[in-house]
Structures are given as C-alpha cells and as structure tokens.
C-alpha cells in the first residue's frame, strides 16, 4: 500500500498541469504488485540481471515514468565512493530494506560516460557519467526514506553494512526512456 501510494504522490506531486493538460498514450493506471518486484529482484537473465533494474516504463504523452528496482550489496569500508550522475532522468528513491550512506552532490573525480549501448543508458536512466566523488553531502538512509535525486546532481552509496535495496521512480520529460518497457521476469510467458 504504501509503494502505490508513494508512487501516486509523485506522479500528482511532479506532473499536476501536464496530466490535467490533455489526454495521454497511457488511458490506464499502470500497477506494479510486489510480486512483480520481487520477481525482477530475482531475476538471473543476459537482460534485466544487472543492480539497476527497470520494471516498467509508462508513457504519459508529455513525458514518461519508470519504475525501477535496485539492489546493492555492503560497500567495503575506507573504499573510494562510487558517483555516477544522470544528465536528463531524474529518481526518486523509496527505500524498501537495508540502509547506509546516500553521497549526493560535489563533483565527480575522472567522470567516464556509460556506454550509450548499455542496459543502463539505454533502458534505466538515460545518459550517464561515473567516477568516484569529490567532497558532496552524506544522509543516513533507513526503509521508508524518500529522496529526490534531479538530474544532473552526482550520488552513490557508502557504509552500507550489508544491503539496500530500494525503487526508483524516474520522470523522463525527454522521453530518453524506452516507452512501453517492461521487465523480461513481468513478461507473458515468464
């Protein structure tokens, strides 16, 4: 219940005078239970395996939603901290278990672009720098935070002890991400 209702604010909350605006693509609501969460958590296939992993992505007419799940392991301690930065695709991070350090914001250290190819350009978030962050502010994430990660604003995980696992909700005013998607776990036959 909470997840449906979280996604529901944010869709309210980001896009009020688009939706009321015109009609879009999408005519119905689009649900994602928690067994279709856990079933691309468990998903093992060469699409969809990887730590980010996109379950659906709507469009709206003006823009489109995704909806991603993602799972890390523990980091380990005095390691550099991983930063990767979105430049178009925006998330909003419900945490669902586990927890540690969000590092959002300072700059990226030797920023690499992600292959325009992959998965992860092509199919969660949209083009994509990475490197290991400079400076930026630490918060302490539990399950039920909520935070807001605009494009273009650096961030990754530290001190994660043992797991966290959380969904993203990405507006995508720029439509970089693929209309219609849905997870190869979700689809007919699976």
């Known amino acids: 219940m909470q997840i449906r209702l979280l996604l529901s604010l944010v869709a309210i909350a980001w896009f009020p005078a688009?939706?009321?605006?015109?009609?879009?693509?999408?005519?119905?609501?689009?649900?994602i239970t928690k067994a279709e969460i856990d079933?691309?958590?468990k998903h093992t296939g060469a699409e969809g395996a990887g730590?980010?992993?996109?379950?659906?992505?709507?469009?709206?007419?003006?823009?489109?939603?995704?909806v991603g799940v993602l799972h890390r392991g523990a980091t380990k301690p005095d390691a550099p901290v991983g930063a990767i930065l979105h430049s178009?695709?925006?998330?909003?991070?419900?945490?669902?278990?586990?927890?540690?350090?969000?590092v959002t914001g300072g700059s990226i250290a030797n920023p690499r672009p992600l292959p325009a190819d992959g998965?992860?350009?092509?199919?969660?978030?949209?083009?994509?720098?990475s490197g290991r962050f400079e400076g930026g502010e630490r918060r302490?994430?539990?399950p039920g935070d909520v935070v807001?990660?605009?494009?273009?604003?650096?961030?990754?995980?530290?001190?994660?002890?043992?797991?966290?696992?959380?969904?993203?909700?990405?507006?995508?005013?720029?439509?970089?991400?693929?209309?219609?998607?849905v997870h190869?776990?979700?689809k007919p036959g699976k």
């Open 18 to 31: 688009a939706s009321a605006a015109q009609p879009s693509p999408e005519q119905a609501a689009t649900a």
């Open 184 to 186: 190869p776990a979700l």
């Open 51 to 66: 730590t980010d992993r996109q379950i659906r992505v709507v469009d709206l007419g003006k823009y489109n939603v995704a």
């Open 88 to 102: 178009q695709v925006t998330e909003v991070y419900y945490i669902v278990s586990g927890g540690g350090t969000l």
């Open 148 to 181: 807001i990660i605009p494009a273009g604003v650096p961030h990754g995980f530290d001190e994660v002890k043992d797991h966290v696992t959380y969904l993203s909700i990405r507006p995508d005013p720029d439509h970089v991400l693929p209309a219609g998607y």
């Open 140 to 142: 302490v994430i539990a």
């Open 119 to 129: 998965e992860i350009v092509k199919v969660a978030v949209g083009p994509s720098v």
């Open 39 to 41: 079933a691309v958590l």
